[in-house]
């Protein structure tokens, strides 16, 4: 497992497609995000093609472009770019962050919290398989639930824990058997929870590809665009 996680920390740039599926038992559609995203770690750099489609059937499509101090965002039907300056709260650098990183998070997740590890071989490829069914701990629940929340950070109290069932968790990640360096993975959660008396049940899928790893060349900022910051 450690080489894995020593795998990701040899990332310095990539191409990865991810994707988020959530279902939820009050709602009749699931919520859809695919993420194409290009990163460079030196400079700090990402490009975002985010294509969501929520639960009442809406669809919307935005491309952003960020660095360390401004991010970008187009719709197709503006067709201008707009910028602003990056604050820690961005909603479009965090998600990106959120997204890159979701692989590697998980993966420490699991050495953190002891879950059963399971390694088969295939091809030139070793598949490290987490599978924690029903055995959560408190503390295991407690950095799953931080992770799928919408900042990452959510303080999480004991009586919050209480309400929260996982029924099943699985993460699958097949990472190069030369470098460790990840090729995909799959993360598999339902959870229910309790809330007023009313109970639901929540299902995520989290997928992602990598390509081209170490090998993005610098990615530029827009250079004609309507600035929002001033």
Same mark, same amino acid.
Request: charged share 30%; glycine share 4%; proline share 2%.
């Given at each position: ?88 709260? &961005? ?21 953190? &919290? ?9 091809? +030139? ?7 924690? +069914? ?89 250079? &004609? ?6």
């Amino acid at each position: 497992m450690q080489n894995t996680i020593d795998g990701f920390d040899k990332i310095k740039s990539a191409e990865l497609d991810s994707n988020m599926k959530m279902t939820a038992s009050s709602e009749s559609k699931s919520t859809n995000v695919d993420m194409d995203i290009t990163y460079t770690s030196k400079p700090k750099a990402a490009k975002v093609v985010a294509k969501s489609k929520l639960a009442n059937g809406s669809s919307n499509t935005i491309e952003a472009v960020c660095d360390e101090s401004d991010v970008y965002i187009r719709m197709p039907s503006m067709g201008k770019w707009y910028r602003k300056s990056i604050s820690s709260y &961005d909603t479009v650098s965090r998600s990106t962050n959120q997204s890159k990183e979701t692989a590697s998070r998980y993966l420490r997740m699991m050495k953190k &919290d002891k879950v059963d590890c399971d390694i088969s071989s295939k091809g +030139g490829s070793y598949i490290l398989t987490f599978n924690a +069914g029903k055995k959560f701990t408190d503390e295991l629940k407690k950095d799953v639930f931080k992770q799928i929340s919408s900042t990452g950070t959510a303080r999480i109290s004991s009586a919050d824990l209480k309400k929260i069932d996982f029924k099943t968790f699985k993460y699958v990640i097949e990472v190069d058997k030369k470098d460790y360096m990840p090729k995909n993975y799959r993360i598999n959660l339902t959870l229910t929870a309790r809330d007023n008396g009313e109970k639901g049940t929540v299902r995520e899928v989290y997928k992602g590809t990598y390509r081209n790893i170490n090998n993005v060349k610098k990615i530029e900022m827009p250079s &004609d665009y309507i600035d929002l910051s001033k």
